[in-house]
């Protein structure tokens, strides 16, 4: 039983021998997941006897309402709500007046967690997990990761857990764990999620997940491909006395470049223009809907009059995965009146 807040007044010399003293013998836990309160307690003289107190006023009160009779020696609550709570017992007498009040927590909220990773698209070989538990989980034995079987991280897919990498941030409340990613498939999608009531809180309440308590963490190692494509039709001229198939326009509408990657890249528009070279003209972006940052075009614009005009792709641009971009063939096509 916790220890008791005593508040004694009126009691001097041969008062307090007289007086009658409440000791509880029945309460809730100093923290307790229970929303019902069940209080009992006797009464003693100041030597620590037994006593009817036949002629006290004995009264109870809960938190700040008013004080009522309590002559059973106990009362009970029910429906009460989260947060600090206080008990309270008096005994009146001719002579004396004594209070014993007692504190409690009422935490009917399950700890929860959530779990990030660095990087949810990635083309390593493994990936660090962060876990944030909202209050100190100490109960059940805690967050524990002593191998893979015993470990209140859970994997579904191409990737398993590093239980000797658990590193403590803060003891009960914070963690990071390494996810390795399988090296035997290029590509590929795991699920990582926190288990179930592996661990309670102070009150006693079991560990329970929530929207953030799983990640998915996919991984690709396949090159990025690009196609580099215009919009110009193909004619048939002569070249060198060769019948050839070649994209030739006069129409400055048709002067469209376009990129297609094969997964979403994270560089800005401009970016993507930086690496783009042409040998004459100025490319400009469009409004070109880019699909999950997939496909992008723009338009050529201030080319002279006649030109063969070469538009390549180098490298350095990214997929969201951290795998670089292949340089792109390079397209070509003739612009003017010469040409048709």
């Excluded at 944030?132 to 805690?142: K, N, P, R, T, Y």
């Excluded at 941030?169 to 179930?196: C, D, F, H, M, W």
Aim: a negative charge.
């Amino acid at each position: 039983m916790a220890s008791l807040l005593w508040i004694l007044s009126l009691l001097s010399g041969c008062l307090w021998a007289q007086a009658q003293v409440p000791v509880l013998t029945r309460a809730p836990a100093l923290v307790t997941a229970q929303r019902n309160a069940t209080f009992e307690f006797m009464v003693k003289n100041a030597s620590g006897g037994n006593d009817a107190c036949s002629d006290c006023a004995i009264q109870c009160k809960l938190d700040g309402s008013p004080f009522h009779d309590c002559a059973s020696r106990g009362d009970s609550y029910s429906s009460l709500i989260d947060g600090d709570h206080v008990f309270e017992v008096s005994i009146q007498t001719v002579n004396s007046s004594v209070s014993v009040s007692y504190n409690w927590t009422v935490d009917s909220i399950p700890p929860t967690g959530s779990i990030t990773v660095d990087r949810e698209f990635t083309n390593a070989l493994n990936a660090t997990l962060h876990i944030i538990l909202s209050e100190s989980c100490a109960g059940d034995g805690g967050f524990k990761c002593s191998d893979i079987a015993n470990c209140p991280v859970t994997t579904h897919g191409p990737g398993s857990i590093v239980p000797s990498s658990l590193r403590v941030i803060r003891p009960n409340l914070e963690y990071n764990l390494v996810l390795n990613l399988s090296a035997a498939t290029q590509s590929g999608r795991v699920i990582v999620a926190l288990g179930k009531e592996f661990c309670s809180d102070l009150a006693g309440n079991k560990f329970r997940r929530g929207d953030n308590s799983s990640v998915i963490v996919r991984f690709d190692r396949t090159p990025v491909d690009v196609n580099l494509w215009t919009g110009i039709t193909e004619v048939q001229v002569v070249v060198n006395k060769q019948p050839r198939s070649l994209q030739v326009t006069r129409d400055i509408g048709d002067l469209g470049i376009f990129l297609d990657f094969s997964r979403p890249i994270v560089n800005t528009t401009e970016e993507i223009l930086g690496a783009l070279n042409v040998t004459d003209g100025v490319l400009q972006p469009t409004e070109r809907k880019s699909h999950g940052k997939r496909r992008y075009g723009f338009l050529l614009t201030n080319i002279s009059d006649s030109a063969v005009v070469t538009v390549q792709l180098q490298g350095g641009l990214q997929s969201r995965d951290g795998t670089y971009v292949l340089q792109s063939n390079h397209v070509s096509f003739l612009y003017g009146n010469p040409f048709l």
